[in-house]
T-cell receptor, first 113, second 116 residues
């Protein structure tokens, strides 16, 4: 069965610092991988996705993520965090033949000035 | 990008009443929509898959008689929480499939239900 683990429940960084949010997945075949961001009381916005090809994926708002099959990971990175990046971040995995996604438990990012 | 809208954004109701939440895809047709439930500070739990013109597919453990889903058109799915109780209080989010079987989903803003 598919599953997603986000080991970090809460991360705090200073504005301008680099960021890496961890995501590990469990899936038998090549997964479809996603990162979503959720602001308080809002729905989710897609940051980036990996389907195939280049394992380093660029997304919106300066985010990128790298798919590492050997580590079953899809970590999200940003070189310089802005205060507006404070939000909840969800990693998700999906199968290729369905739109059903399994979400991780989320990582809450707090940014200090 | 594609827009999905939910209404109402938040609703308060008395225990025993029914509440309907709408999910609309505003600028595209969605043959499939998904309904999730999110508890405070927790992840999204998929409740059901809503298919236009057919019965919804519910995830294990979700009461289909409690959470009625109707997908009458390609742009509208509704979730009705019947005979609501305080334990049904939650944040309900819908998503719509932009292109089938790609995992590319657009999410509504969510609807917060509080049952007194």
């Amino acid at each position: 069965a598919q599953s997603v683990t986000q080991p970090d429940i809460h991360i705090t960084v200073s504005e301008g610092a680099s960021l890496e949010l961890r995501c590990n997945y469990s899936y038998g075949a090549t997964p479809y991988l996603f990162w979503y961001v959720q602001s308080p009381g809002q729905g989710l916005q897609l940051l980036l996705k990996y389907f195939s090809g280049d394992t380093l994926v660029q997304g919106i708002k300066g985010f990128e993520a790298e798919f590492k099959r050997s580590q079953s990971s899809f970590n999200l990175r940003k070189p310089s965090v802005h205060w507006s990046d404070a939000a909840e971040y969800f990693c998700a995995v999906g199968a290729g033949n369905t739109d059903k996604l399994i979400f991780g438990t989320g990582t809450r990012l707090q940014v200090f000035p | 990008g594609a827009v999905v809208s939910q209404h109402p954004s938040w609703v308060i109701c008395k225990s025993g009443t029914s509440v309907k939440i709408e999910c609309r895809s505003l600028d595209f047709q969605a043959t499939t929509m998904f309904w999730y439930r999110q508890f405070p500070k927790q992840s999204l739990m998929l409740m059901a898959t809503s298919n236009e013109g057919s019965k919804a597919t519910y995830e294990q453990g979700v009461e289909k008689d409690k959470f009625l889903i109707n997908h009458a058109s390609l742009t509208l799915s509704t979730l009705t929480v019947t005979s609501a109780h305080p334990e049904d209080s939650s944040f309900y989010i819908c998503s719509a499939s932009w292109r089938a079987n790609t995992g590319e989903l657009f999410f509504g803003e969510g609807s917060r239900l509080t049952v007194l």
